[in-house]
């Protein structure tokens, strides 16, 4: 059977601030896949005939390098033994043993982990999980207070990145921020915010950038059919010759777990379908 046709989007290295590639004309970084319309969308991309999707998720990324970065012990712990991190982090953060916390409260500290890689505020955490700014702000300080490592660096990265101008990635890569020296106090917080998320969103993106460069290589090398189609922030998709598909997974999450040593080990999750929703 004929194919349709193919869409080729315009993939771009220096347009994102944090170093993510980013996606144009069209953006196939930016198609939902929690609503209706998202999901019919991803059911429109099919491989080729005998071809099938592999879909390969770097799993908490983000959390793994701020475990590594700020080598906070408890967050390392989990991490290194496979636990739930955010189940971790309610038990510390409300004070209840691990095997009693619940969905609501996971929930919960799942936003207040994420929220931390990127510097929330408690009016925007109190937004997210519907709770008062003054419960939100006790959430934030037990969180800092329970996962001291965490405190620190977020400390340090800012004054650091004062005296120098800039923050970097683990990889030497540098963002400056003068908008910390800004006389106005809103911009001087958005640097704050850049200050700390830089060296975590942005080593994230060198991380996915090397991955590609690896998977494409391994392909390469194997003189294999199956071919790397489209990377969306820490995701990458391959369309696989159905005889290839084990070979590739292989070299998938062998290559993408391999690409640097951290203090925790990086996850990658594997899936696979004959059109993208069916990947995802």
């Known amino acids: 059977m004929k ?17 993510r590639i980013s996606s144009t004309e069209p953006n196939l970084q930016n198609i939902p896949t929690r609503i209706e ?3 019919k969308l991803r059911k429109a991309f099919k491989p080729e005939n005998g071809f099938v999707y592999i879909d390969a998720d770097y799993s908490q990324i983000e959390l793994r390098i701020l475990a ?11 991490f290194n033994n496979d636990e739930d991190i955010h ?34 505020s408690d009016y925007g955490l109190s937004e997210q999980i519907k709770v008062p700014k003054k419960v939100a702000k006790q959430y934030i300080e037990d969180y800092l207070d329970k996962y001291s490592g965490i ?36 911009v001087r917080q958005f640097g704050h915010r850049v200050a700390m998320n830089t060296p975590i969103q942005g080593t994230a993106a060198d991380i996915i950038k090397i991955a ?4 494409h290589r391994r392909l390469k090398e194997e003189k294999l059919k199956s071919k790397l ?31 640097i040593k951290l203090k925790v080990p990086l996850k990658a999750d594997l899936s696979e379908g004959h059109t993208w929703y069916e990947a995802k």
Do not use: W
């Not at 194919?3 to 170093?19: D, F, K, M, N, P």
């Not at 650091?160 to 809103?186: F, I, M």
């Not at 590609?212 to 998977?215: G, L, S």
């Open 3 to 19: 194919l349709l046709g193919r869409i080729h989007s315009s993939l771009h290295q220096t347009v994102t601030t944090t170093g």
């Open 37 to 39: 319309l998202g999901k």
């Open 68 to 78: 590594h970065i700020s080598e906070d012990i408890d967050m390392i712990k989990a």
């Open 87 to 120: 189940a971790q982090a309610a038990s510390k953060v409300f004070g209840i043993p691990l095997n009693e916390v619940t969905e609501e409260e996971r929930f919960k500290a799942k936003a207040v982990n994420f929220g931390i890689v990127y510097g929330i």
């Open 151 to 186: 405190k620190n660096f977020m400390h340090e990265v800012v004054e650091t990145a004062k005296k120098d101008g800039y923050v970097q990635t683990l990889y030497n890569r540098r963002r400056y921020v003068p908008e910390l020296n800004s006389n106005n106090y809103v």
């Open 212 to 215: 590609m460069i690896n998977v």
């Open 229 to 259: 189609i489209l990377q969306v922030h820490d995701e990458l998709l391959i369309e696989a010759e159905e005889s290839e598909k084990e070979l590739v997974k292989n070299i998938l999450k062998n290559e993408m777990e391999s690409v």
